[in-house]
C-alpha cells in the first residue's frame, strides 16, 4: 500500500494521471475529440523513464489500433529512442500496412532497438516491398538487428532473401546468441524453411552434420519438398558421421514420402543407437495400409533392441500406427523391469488402440510394483474408455500410493459406471488424502444418482472436512439437486 507521504512521489504520480488520462478525465476533454487526447498523451507517455507507464502506454496504443496509427507514426521520428523504438514496435501490432514506408524509413535508425523492432514489425505486417531494405539490414553491425531481421524475413516467406540468408550462415557471428535467445543461425535456418525455396536444399544438406543447428536443418529442410531432397540425402545415409546419419533419418520424418519406408527400415540395424532410435521414430509416421506392412515386424522386432531408448521408440511407433500384432509384445514390455521409459512408452501406445485386447493387457499390469507405472496405467485405461476397467479401479481406491487412488477415483468418475458410486462413498469413510478426496467428491458428483447425493450432502455439511472438499460437494449438489448433470469440466 502507498503511504500517504509516499502518494505523490514521482513515480506514483505519473501513474495516476496516467489512469485518469486514459479514462478521459482530463481538462480539454470537453472541447477536443477524446480517443485524440488520449492517443496523444499515451504517445508522450512512451518516453516515459518509468518502464510501469510507457509499458502501459504502449499496450493502450495497440489497444485503440487504428486511431493511434498516425500519431504512431509521427512519433518515429521523436527524438526521444524510446519513443521511437516503442512506437515501432506498436505498429507491427496494430496491423496496419499504412505504417510500411515509415518502417522502412526506420531500418536507418542510428540505434538498434528502434532498427530492431522496425523489422520486426515490417515482418508483422506480411509487407514484401521491405523484402530488399532487410536484405540490406542483415549488413548491421548489431547482432540483435540481425537476428530480428533474419525472423522478419522468415516471416515474409520471400524466396527473395534465399541466397542472402544463406550466406548469413557462413558468418563468424552468426553463433553468438544475445540475451539468452536463439542465435542468428538457428533463426536463419527456419526462416529458410519458410521460404519453401529449393535453392536452400544444398546449404541446409551441409548443416547436417552440425551438433548445434544440425537436427533443426534437418526440421526445416523436411518442410521443403522434391526430389531433389529425397535423392541427396540418400546418400548421406552411408556417411561415416554418425551426426549426419542421426539428422538425414530425421529429414525422412518431416518428408514422409513413401519410398523413405525400406530405408528407415534399413536404418533400424545402424551401429548406432541414436539413429536406430531415429529410424523407429520416423517409422511411427507412415499410417498407410501397405506402409504398415512394411514396417510393423521390424519395429517389433525393434523393442528387443539392446538400447532402451531404440524401444522406446518402437514401442511409441507401433502404437502410433495401430499395430494389433505388437499388442502382446508391448504387454511383455510394461511386465519387463528394465527400463520405466520403455513401460511407459508401451503403456501410452497401448492406450492409442481403444481396443479390448489392448484394454485388457493393461488391466493384468494393474499388479505392477512400481506405483508410477500403475498410475500410468490408470490414466491410459481412462483415455481407452472401456467399463471392464471398472472394477479394476475401485480396487485401486485402496493402493498404497495416494496419486493412484487419485487416479483411480478420477478415472471411475469419468467411465461412469453407478456401480463406482457405493465403494467411493466407502472409500471416504477412511480416506484421509485432501487431493483423493476432492477426486473422490468429484468422481460422485459426475456419477450423480440418489446414493451419490446423499453421500455428497454428508460431505458438504461435514465441519471437519476439508474445506476444498466441502467446496467440490456443494458445486455438484448445486446442479444435481436441480436435476441437472455434473460434467468433468464443471469443476475446473
Known amino acids: 500500500m502507498i503511504k500517504r507521504d509516499e502518494l505523490f512521489s514521482c513515480k506514483s504520480a505519473k501513474l495516476l494521471i496516467l489512469m485518469f488520462l486514459l479514462f478521459g478525465i482530463c481538462a480539454g476533454c470537453l472541447e477536443k475529440d477524446p480517443v485524440e487526447v488520449r492517443v496523444n498523451t499515451l504517445v508522450r507517455g512512451l518516453g516515459d523513464e518509468d518502464e510501469r507507464v510507457s509499458s502501459v502506454s504502449a499496450n493502450e496504443l495497440c489497444a485503440i489500433g487504428e486511431p493511434a496509427v498516425n500519431p504512431l507514426i509521427k512519433a518515429l521520428k521523436d527524438d526521444n529512442p524510446q519513443v521511437r523504438s516503442l512506437a515501432a514496435q506498436a505498429l507491427g501490432k496494430i496491423g496496419n500496412k499504412k505504417a510500411t ?3 522502412i524509413e526506420a531500418l536507418k535508425d542510428p540505434v538498434p532497438e528502434v532498427r530492431m523492432n522496425a523489422a520486426f514489425s515490417l515482418g508483422r505486417l506480411q509487407a514484401t516491398e521491405a523484402v530488399e531494405p532487410l536484405i540490406e539490414l542483415l549488413e548491421d553491425e548489431n547482432g540483435e538487428v540481425v537476428r530480428y531481421t533474419v525472423i522478419a524475413l522468415g516471416m515474409l ?3 527473395r532473401a534465399t541466397e542472402p540468408l544463406c550466406e548469413v550462415l557462413k558468418r563468424d557471428d552468426a553463433s553468438a546468441s544475445y540475451d539468452g535467445n536463439s ?3 538457428s533463426e536463419a535456418v527456419f526462416a529458410l524453411g ?3 525455396d529449393p535453392r536452400a536444399v544444398d546449404t541446409l544438406l551441409n548443416l547436417l552434420d552440425d551438433k548445434e543447428i544440425g537436427s533443426h536443418a534437418a526440421s526445416n529442410l523436411g518442410r521443403i519438398k522434391g526430389e531433389y531432397v529425397f535423392g541427396k540425402l540418400i546418400k548421406l545415409l552411408d556417411s561415416k558421421n554418425p551426426t549426419v546419419r542421426i539428422n538425414a533419418v530425421s529429414v525422412y520424418e518431416h518428408i514422409q514420402d513413401p519410398d523413405a519406408v525400406p530405408i528407415l527400415v534399413r536404418m533400424l540395424n545402424d551401429p548406432i543407437p541414436e539413429v536406430r532410435r531415429g529410424a523407429a521414430y520416423a517409422l511411427g509416421h507412415f499410417n498407410e495400409s501397405e506402409e504398415i506392412a512394411q514396417t510393423e515386424q521390424p519395429l517389433i522386432n525393434a523393442l528387443g533392441d539392446s538400447k532402451i531408448e531404440v524401444q522406446a521408440a518402437a514401442a511409441g511407433s507401433l502404437g502410433r500406427i495401430e499395430s494389433k500384432k505388437a499388442i502382446p509384445p508391448l504387454a511383455e514390455l510394461i ?3 528394465d527400463s520405466t521409459l520403455c513401460q511407459t512408452a508401451a503403456i501410452h ?3 492409442r488402440y481403444k481396443d479390448p485386447e489392448a484394454a485388457d493387457a493393461l488391466i493384468d499390469a494393474l499388479g505392477n510394483e512400481n506405483w508410477h507405472i500403475r498410475m500410468e496405467i490408470v490414466y491410459s485405461l481412462m483415455e481407452i474408455g472401456d467399463v471392464r476397467a471398472v472394477d479394476p479401479l475401485i480396487s485401486l481406491l485402496g493402493d498404497e500410493n495416494y496419486k493412484v487412488r487419485q487416479g483411480a477415483a478420477t478415472g471411475l468418475g469419468k467411465l461412469g459406471d453407478r456401480k463406482a458410486v457405493e465403494p467411493i462413498i466407502k472409500s471416504l469413510e477412511t ?5 483423493v478426496r476432492i477426486s473422490e467428491v468429484r468422481a460422485l458428483g459426475i456419477l450423480g444418482g440418489p446414493e451419490a447425493i446423499k453421500g455428497l450432502s454428508r460431505v458438504s455439511t461435514d ?5 476444498n472438499v466441502r467446496i467440490n460437494a456443494e458445486k455438484a449438489l448445486v446442479i444435481l439437486n436441480e436435476g441437472g448433470t455434473v460434467d468433468v469440466s464443471f469443476f475446473y
Not at 431 to 435: A, F, K, L, S, T
Not at 463 to 467: A, G, I, L, M, V
Open 431 to 435: 480416506e484421509r488424502e485432501q487431493n
Open 349 to 351: 501406445s497401448l492406450a
Open 157 to 159: 516467406k520471400d524466396s
Open 463 to 467: 465441519k471437519d472436512e476439508y474445506r
Open 183 to 185: 542465435n542468428i543461425r
Open 194 to 196: 519458410e521460404t519453401g
Open 101 to 103: 514506408n515509415s518502417l
Open 335 to 337: 511386465q519387463s523391469k
